[in-house]
């Protein structure tokens, strides 16, 4: 579920749309929370798609830890990817905003470059941008991603949640949340250790 102080529109012809706030959303604020209206496709259901749907989810899922296509059923499937985004992952269970958003400003997302199947050109026009995106083998970054999650974790701690009222209750990841709800620190598994929060 998206954050509901966003709105869909068009970056360019090029990247097309985009998730973009209303409203200040501030940091550490959930943006995003799978849920149970998402859909998880198995590789054998995508192969089996009509050409014209097997092109939509390799276009709008993402690929989880399981190598299942999980397909968002809101405007949540048009966060694009960016080299310096203004969210940051828990897993593949959320996306925290790592920065105070502004109304007008793109909700941006690291692409879980260990879930890409393919390279493609990244045009997000950050000053770090990297270019050309490619697979990305989950030891050279889990660092990174682990100190991030934590920092966006601690903040939000500290700001309301109104996304969190769709989350569910048991399940893989239902721990982080409720550890958000009670606004309790716990320590979240590295990256190294598997994706945390896995759907």
């Known amino acids: 579920m998206i954050h509901p102080d ?9 990247v097309g749309h985009g998730v973009f706030a209303t409203r200040v959303i501030p940091r550490g604020t959930v943006v995003w929370l799978h849920d149970e209206l998402d859909q998880i496709l ?17 276009r709008y899922a993402y690929v989880n830890a399981d190598g299942h296509r999980v397909l968002c059923w809101d405007h949540a ?7 310096e985004p ?6 593949t269970l959320m996306e ?28 997000c026009g950050a000053p770090s941008c990297r270019g050309t995106l490619q697979p990305t083998n989950l030891p050279a970054v889990w660092q990174r991603w682990d100190r991030e999650m934590a920092e966006a974790f601690a903040w939000s701690l500290t700001v309301p949640q109104p996304v969190l009222a769709a989350a569910r209750t048991t399940g893989p990841g239902a721990w982080i949340v409720q550890a958000i709800l009670e606004r309790r620190s716990v320590a979240l598994p590295s990256w190294s250790e598997g994706v945390p929060g896995e759907t």
């Open 6 to 14: 966003t709105c869909l529109r068009l970056v360019d012809d090029h």
């Open 42 to 58: 198995h590789p054998e259901r995508v192969t089996r798609l009509p050409e014209p749907l097997r092109q939509q989810v390799e």
């Open 77 to 83: 499937r048009y966060m694009n990817h960016s080299c």
């Open 86 to 91: 203004s969210t940051t992952s828990v897993g």
């Open 96 to 123: 925290i905003a790592r920065r105070d958003i502004q109304p007008g400003e793109e909700l941006t997302c690291e692409y879980g470059l260990a879930h890409v199947t393919e390279a493609f050109e990244c045009r």
